[in-house]
């Protein structure tokens, strides 16, 4: 089966940037998605992009469309989340998270998921 590991969390000032990791290894040929997701304290876990492992066709959430991109970066086996202009309310738990749904959002359409990364802006 896949596994995920994600890195590149820490404090940032708000406006400025980080770039998060989610490296994949083992099986990846079911893989149609990867989705990355957010959980800040006291809150529901929510969408925040994901790219398709096919065509590499990326959504994102509005709350972080125009900020935030996922880049794939194959010859890292990597899915990369860059954050740009950071707010606040982006501080949570960033995880990384593979389908093997085509077109998947929700997190229930996510089958295997990575142990997470704690991203904290401060303001």
């Known amino acids: 089966q896949v596994q995920l590991v994600e890195s590149g969390g820490g404090l940032v000032q708000a406006g400025g940037s980080l770039r998060l990791s989610c490296a994949a290894s083992?099986?990846?040929?079911?893989?149609?998605?990867m989705g990355w997701f957010r959980q800040a304290p006291g809150k529901e876990r929510e969408f925040v992009g994901a790219v398709s492992w096919s065509t590499s066709r990326t959504y994102y959430a509005d709350s972080v469309k125009d900020r935030f991109t996922i880049a794939r970066d194959d010859a890292k086996n990597t899915v990369d989340l860059q954050m740009d202009n950071l707010k606040p309310e982006d501080t949570a738990v960033y995880s990384c998270?593979?389908?093997?749904?085509?077109?998947?959002?929700?997190?229930?359409?996510?089958?295997?998921w990575g142990q997470g990364t704690k991203v904290t802006v401060s303001s």
């Open positions: 998270a593979a389908s093997y749904t085509y077109g998947a959002r929700g997190p229930y359409q996510f089958d295997i």
């Open positions: 083992g099986r990846t040929a079911s893989t149609r998605t």
